[in-house]
């Protein structure tokens, strides 16, 4: 008997019940992938149906792989919690993470209305307001925009240039395994185009710089 999700599967243990993006519900994972300039550094598949409670987990992740702890996270806002702000809070790491109604918030800002919860959780309104207050300044605005050139142009690639779209393999050991190697074939090819096109250019160095870094050769 599971305790820890309330669904699972006959063919698989330990896949959950999901409604998938296609618009069907079948067993699953929730895969979670952090990237550097498209560079995958770290892997994950997950039961939970939402992303809520998985930053701390991914961002071991990478740190199990890269031996580093990022400086900045940047996510959308499924991550945007609090226990989630408290933790990268206390981990000191900077976040760039929208909270749920943030679009809404931002929107009433706009027109100069601000809402004041009935019984306000003032750790989680302190956090709210230092997201407000990141996300629109122009180094904020700066990281969403790269947001959403690198993660999703990676899940891009992998399900429609590379085809992986559904596991071959039954139980999450097996499919780590299989996310692993995707994400190996994934690196190589991104990695071999940046060399390629270093090799093109007249002056690469800055390029080979920031080549270095996602790779862990260099400090950032």
């Known amino acids: ?31 979670q992938l952090a ?23 991914i961002l071991e992740e990478v740190e199990a792989r890269t031996g580093k702890i990022p400086q900045i996270v940047v996510a959308d806002a499924g991550y945007g919690n609090k226990a989630t702000y408290r933790y990268l809070a206390e ?49 904020g605005k700066t990281l969403m925009d790269r947001r959403r050139e690198d993660v999703e142009p990676t899940f891009g690639n992998i399900k429609r240039n590379l085809g992986f779209r559904r596991f071959l393999l039954r139980g999450q050991t097996k499919c780590e395994l299989e996310l692993g190697l995707i994400s190996l074939a994934h690196n190589l090819k991104k990695i071999r185009k940046r060399v390629v096109d270093l ?7 800055m390029k080979t710089r920031e080549l270095g870094q996602v790779l862990g050769f260099q400090n950032a």
């Open 91 to 139: 981990q000191k790491i900077h976040a760039f993470i929208p909270y749920t109604n943030y679009l809404r918030d931002k929107a009433l800002r706009h027109h100069g209305i601000s809402t004041i919860p009935l019984s306000p959780d003032i750790e989680l309104e302190g956090y709210k307001a230092t997201q407000h207050l990141r996300l629109e300044s122009p180094m």
């Open 199 to 205: 090799c093109r250019w007249d002056d690469g160095r």
């Open 35 to 57: 990237t550097e300039h498209q560079v995958i550094l770290g892997y994950g598949l997950y039961s939970n149906r939402n992303d809520s409670a998985l930053m701390q987990p």
């Open 1 to 31: 008997m599971r305790l820890d999700r309330n669904s699972f599967a006959t063919a698989d243990k330990d896949a959950t019940v999901m409604f998938m993006k296609e618009g069907y519900v079948a067993p699953g994972y929730n895969a």
